[in-house]
């Protein structure tokens, strides 16, 4: 791990940091201003958190240099029918990757991407994806995700 920094894997105890950072990035991911109303989805983050955490349903990171947080990522777990290449049916979506602007650069995300990756194969979960910002491509194609031509999406 980055020398100096500590990727503390969450617990119950941490929701409230998981939740204030679950804003965080979908702030900096949609562009959105301080003054858009995201109480609804702090509501409903709290109460995903509460519940996947217990259920083992979801699995994420909280980076700090010494006390101050600076990274974050997240992988949830879910089930689907099973399939020729997926016989299990179990699937990990990668999510809420963060890193803290003046730390960017420094490998953090990488090594939390890691951490997260690791989680789901140890689950022996054969399917990870995620979705990616333009900033946040190079590193999961450095790490080895592709890019998916056969998936559609209703909008």
């Known amino acids: 791990m980055m020398e100096g920094f500590e990727y503390k894997k969450a617990t119950l105890e941490n929701i409230d940091?998981?939740?204030?950072?679950?804003?965080?990035?979908?702030r900096a991911a949609n562009k959105l201003a301080d003054n858009v109303d995201?109480?609804?989805?702090?509501?409903?983050?709290?109460?995903?958190?509460?519940?996947a955490l217990e259920?083992?349903?979801?699995?994420?990171?909280?980076?700090?240099?010494?006390?101050?947080?600076?990274?974050?990522?997240?992988v949830s777990f879910y089930q689907v029918m099973p399939t020729y290449h997926n016989p299990t049916?179990?699937?990990?979506?990668?999510?809420?990757?963060?890193?803290?602007?003046?730390?960017?650069?420094?490998?953090?995300?990488?090594?939390t991407l890691d951490?997260?990756?690791?989680?789901?194969?140890?689950?022996?979960?054969?399917?990870?994806a995620l979705e990616a910002t333009d900033m946040g491509?190079?590193?999961y194609e450095k790490y080895g995700f592709v890019?998916?031509?056969?998936?559609m999406e209703l909008k």
């Open 137 to 139: 491509c190079p590193l």
């Open 89 to 111: 049916g179990k699937k990990a979506y990668i999510m809420n990757m963060y890193t803290a602007p003046e730390y960017r650069r420094q490998g953090i995300a990488f090594q």
């Open 17 to 26: 940091e998981l939740v204030r950072t679950r804003i965080v990035v979908l």
């Open 38 to 51: 995201m109480s609804e989805v702090l509501k409903e983050s709290r109460a995903y958190y509460q519940h």
């Open 55 to 74: 259920s083992g349903e979801h699995i994420a990171y909280l980076v700090y240099d010494k006390d101050k947080f600076i990274g974050a990522g997240g």
């Open 147 to 151: 890019n998916m031509k056969d998936e």
């Open 115 to 128: 951490l997260l990756v690791k989680a789901a194969k140890e689950q022996g979960i054969p399917q990870i």
